[in-house]
Each structure stands twice: as structure tokens, then as C-alpha cells.
């Protein structure tokens, strides 16, 4: 009988300092329970053959060094396949499908999560163990081939779970399991966009601030780093306070748009803590930190804007074979 492996890896959410984490402040970003699974079964020859249940196509790997023919969704699998296969692992012929539940193009971390899940699915069928760095520095391949410049923020919260202070030189600088009882809902505004359109716009933007643009990241790095003291204290209105910040911030440099708004102002006025976009922006979805007492009436004040809602404690178990 051919060989079978599963893992699965969660959704993220970014809580704090998105954006400018790619100009080298730190961030805040918290694993979430909704997760990628990934199957995969030996096969007797190549090609190989990757499959979307979600949504609905097929391509063909045709050797371990990651060329393959089919839709561009799948690139950032075949880059994992190269990575795997240039680090010297021994990659066989598979069949490999993947089922998600986490939207695409959402900001919550979907193609880090497919990518984490396949690499540690593929290296289950090699007989190969890694090492969470590794897996990581084997996720970020995919995530560059997603968007050209990213921070690697999204595959360290998705390899690592938990929640993670991390910036894009030191990669986790910290992490801790979960906090209180809080919650956080994530809705999606269902605009769906890629991630390099924002990145690029915001790059761009804090060029031409010029000397202005070393004050902003600062002032960036500070509100992410009493998040992080808030969050480890437990001390979750300042958290919610300090989200409101993050959000305006955001906003002023472009990447809010009228929906996301209206989703962050209904969010806070049906008694969360605090809310914010989350991820690039122009599009995706927000987070709302609530207390159990409050997560009813938040959720129905953003079920008009959304048709993905989801509720979850902060932190979440990190890419892991099942
Ligand atoms: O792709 P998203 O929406 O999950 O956003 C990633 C977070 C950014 O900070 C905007 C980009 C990055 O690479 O850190």
C-alpha cells in the first residue's frame, strides 16, 4: 500500500505592526484555530499532482527541482518543492490535495498556511524530520513566490503558533502560548486583493516622506512594543486601546478603505475592546478583541459586512502533522 501523510497548519492574524514590518519594526501576530490541511500519498512516478478542494483545479509537478504546468495558485507550492529539493531532501513522487478554511486573499495568512502545511506533509512522505527554523525558512521560499518582498511574518505565525513578537531581522524574538479569556473575531469583508499591490503602494509612500519616514517606523515600533508588554500583562482594554491606534495608523497611510472602516467603527461601537484591519489591506478582513460578554452583539453588528465571521481565542497550535 503507497505511503499517506497529513498535516495541517492554522490561519494568522497580524495584531499589531503590519506593513511596517517590512521596513524592519517588529509585529505582533497570533496563530488562529481555522487550518489548512494538506494530504499527500506516494506516487510511483513523476509527475506529481497537486489538487485545490476549495477551489476546484489541478496542476502537474513534473520533477523534484518544482517545475509544473497548471494555475499560478499553485506557484508558491512548486517554489516549496524547490526549496526542499535545493536543501537536499529527498522529495518522491506524491499526489497531494489540499482542503482549507481559510478564505483566500483575506489577510489571513492562506498562502502561508497551504505552503507550511504542504512542506511538512511532503517532508512527513521523505522520512525527513525538520526543525521549526527550517520549516519556516522553507515556508518563506513560498510565501516569496505569493508576494515578491515579504516580511516573513505570516510563515513564522503559521510554523510557530502561539503568538509571536518578530521582525524580519531577528525573525520569533518572543512568544507566548495564549492570554485570558478574551476573544478575537476575525470578518472578512469578502474584497478580495493581492498583497504586493499594498505593500508596494506603502514602500513607495514612506519613500517619499523621506526623514519623516524614520519617526513614523519608530513611532511604529514603540505601539507594537507596548502591545506586546500589554498582552503579556494581561492587561487587555490598554490592548484593545493600542489596536484603535494600529488601525488609525494604517489608515494613514492608505490602506483602509471605506468598508474596512465601517466594519472597525461597527465592531467598537457594539462594544469591543478594540478593532482593527488586519494584514495588507484595501480589502481582507478586520479583528475585533472582545470579552466573552460582548462577543454576541459584536458579531451580529458585522454580520450585514461579512459572509466569513469566525470567533477565536489568541494563539493556536502551529503547523503540525496529524
Ligand atoms: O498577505 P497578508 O494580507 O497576510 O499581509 C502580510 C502582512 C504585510 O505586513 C502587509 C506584508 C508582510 O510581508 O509582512
Redesign the pocket.
Known sequence: MSRRVTARAPAKA?LFG??F??SGTR?VSSAVGAYTIVNVEEKASWPSELASRELGIRALVLGPDGSFSGPEEFRPIAFVIRALTMRGYDVPPFSLSISTEIPDGA???SSASVSAASALALLGLAGSDVSRDDLYSITLEGERAA?G??????PASVVHGGIILFSRERGVIERVEGVDDSLLIIADSGIRRK?YA??TGVLNLLKRLEYFRDELLRAADSLVMMAWDALKRKRTEELGILMNVNHGLLSSIGVSTWELDAMVHAARRAGALGSKLT??GLG?SIIALVRPESEEAVRKALSPMSRWIRIFHLGAEGAALV
Request: aromatic share 0%; proline share 9%.
Open positions: 497580524i503590519e506593513h514590518v517590512v509585529a489577510g489571513l495568512g508576494h518582498n515579504p516580511s516573513g511574518v505570516d498583497t499594498p505593500v494584514g495588507a481582507g
